[in-house]
T-cell receptor, first 113, second 112 residues
């Protein structure tokens, strides 16, 4: 199984809602990532987890809260988002070694209204 | 973190070989060079990775000169389905894993 599965595929939420994005991989990868991608822009790194611990937070606002419950799962909790947070949110995983590829999910298309 | 520079866009006719060059002048000794392909509204897909000289797989070839300050992704005989954005990345090995950071990318348009 070389897939990274993200749910839901699409999400519409109001600015006062709380929602969560989920990501799952069963490749035994030790590093997991969240990216945000706006239209016609490259993916922007948000968070990196290594061995289930948060290793990198790229100065992401606190309305985005990541969680890694175990080595296969990665969540992104959303609260009080703004319309400008609408984007494609991508999850990825990698073995965690120096020369390995990252596998990406298909993303969650988030719309904040 | 080594910065990469690539052309913003390229056009090619079907059946031609396409070469996309990426500059990474301050690449570090331990850094690998990785290329990803992305179609609209999909996650990026790994194409190829290399450290030096030449790497070839069933999809592409990657040429890296001795000074490693640039690399060239070569796609043989492109088809319409190769229309996508291609990203060149240079690894940042801090923390013992690849900090996968994307540059602008090259939008390849394959023309019939």
């Amino acid at each position: 199984d070389t897939e990274v599965t993200q749910t839901p595929k699409h999400l519409v939420m109001g600015m006062t809602n709380k929602k969560s994005l989920k990501c799952e991989q069963h490749m035994g990868h030790r590093a997991m990532y969240w990216y945000k991608q706006k239209a016609k822009k490259p993916p922007e790194l948000m968070f990196v987890y290594s061995y289930e611990k948060l290793s990198i937070n790229e100065s992401v606002p606190s309305r985005f809260s990541p969680e890694c419950p175990n080595s296969s799962l990665l969540n992104l909790h959303l609260h009080a988002l703004q319309p400008e947070d609408s984007a494609l949110y991508l999850c990825a995983s990698s073995q965690g070694d120096l020369n390995t590829e990252a596998f990406f999910g298909q993303g969650t298309r988030l719309t904040v209204v | 973190l080594a910065k990469t520079t690539q052309p913003i866009s390229m056009d090619s006719y079907e059946g031609q070989e396409v070469n996309i060059t990426c500059s990474h002048n301050n690449i570090a000794t331990n850094d690998y060079i990785t290329w990803y392909q992305q179609f609209p509204s999909q996650g990026p897909r790994f194409i190829i990775q290399g450290y030096k000289t030449k790497v070839t797989n069933e999809v592409a070839s990657l040429f890296i000169p001795a000074d490693r300050k640039s690399s060239t992704l070569s796609l043989p005989r492109v088809s319409l389905s190769d229309t996508a954005v291609y990203y060149c990345l240079v690894g940042d090995n801090s923390g013992g894993y690849q900090k996968v950071t994307f540059g602008i990318g090259t939008k390849l348009q394959v023309i019939p």
